[in-house]
């Protein structure tokens, strides 16, 4: 994608081997995105993520057609977003992909409620069921019982979730959201982080989400690009950028970040070969995407393992003291039955 005349000149320049400030230089033209492939699994969320001027707005607005790429495709299912008329991007927009900015765009002169339904309201949903969903999203985001106030009484941390709330109430299968939770102030932010993750955790949409900030791409994503010039140097989980960093920029990117923050319980887990495991039994129990940094003073507390459980409450693995320091030293997990697990002799001598 390119910003300027010299469109062609500009994406060979770069595909030579060009940089991007050399190349506006020369032919006054940006290549916002170059060399940006990815794909997204239905129900994952996405992380697009980089400096500011990385590409990553660009790149987002061309996944919903804001704009048209110079050169490439985008697939939504099967059709290509990429070569749509403005009526069937419209269409793509109302029913198929929505977005949610960093500044909300919400309506100040219309209630919260009326707010959350303006997206369903367009697509032509009539008043009471468009209600009905309206407040079904008002209380997924805590805001039940609020739909009557006017967007400028809200606070920025509010109004946020109101146009999260929209997001969610329109029903697109796909949310673009560029950098949403910036602007927060970070004890807000880390709220709205904890209520995406309840979320997506009930809805499983699939989310492409841009941050500039890694502790929320590895928070929040399942997978993250990082851009760099408006390239996809790589893309990943936290552990790949950890473990395999494409390039040194990666490496420093990540050398910050707390292993036990990115690491989840998943990875320090023993699988169990038969799940039976009853809801009563008084252990702790956390779910796979748990960080292994809760884990832990769990495990202290407990004075013994850790349940891993679906769900449904199902019981997917433990976790041991011992199965943490081999997974940091990445040494073979063994397969234990679930008897093993629920005898108490087994249990002591695992502590
Ligand atoms: N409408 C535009 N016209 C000209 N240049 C643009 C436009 N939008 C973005 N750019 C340029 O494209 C590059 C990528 O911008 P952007 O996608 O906004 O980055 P990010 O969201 O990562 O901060 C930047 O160099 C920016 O200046
Ligand atoms: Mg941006």
Redesign the pocket.
Known sequence: MT?GRHSKQALDMRAAGKSKSEIEQLTNT?V?IHDASFEVKQGETFVLI?L????????LRCLNGLIHPTQGSVFLNRENIATMSNKQLQEVRRNKIGMVFQNVGLLPNRSVLDNVTFGLEIQGVGLKERTKKGEAALEMVNLQGQGHKKIDQLSGGMQQRVGLARALATGQEVLLMDEPFSALDPLIRREMQKLFLEIQNEVHKTVIF?THDLDEAFRLGHRAAV?KD?KIIQIGTAEDFISEPATDYIRQLVQDIDYSKVRKAECAMIEVKNNTYKQESPVHRVSRDCPLRDVLPLIAENNGPIAVVNGEDQLEGIITVESIISSLTGSAKQAYSEEDYLNPKYRKEMV
């Not at 500011?52 to 790149?59: E, Q, V």
């Open positions: 910003f940006t916002a980089g500011s001027g990385s590409g990553k707005s660009t790149l841009v851009m408006g």
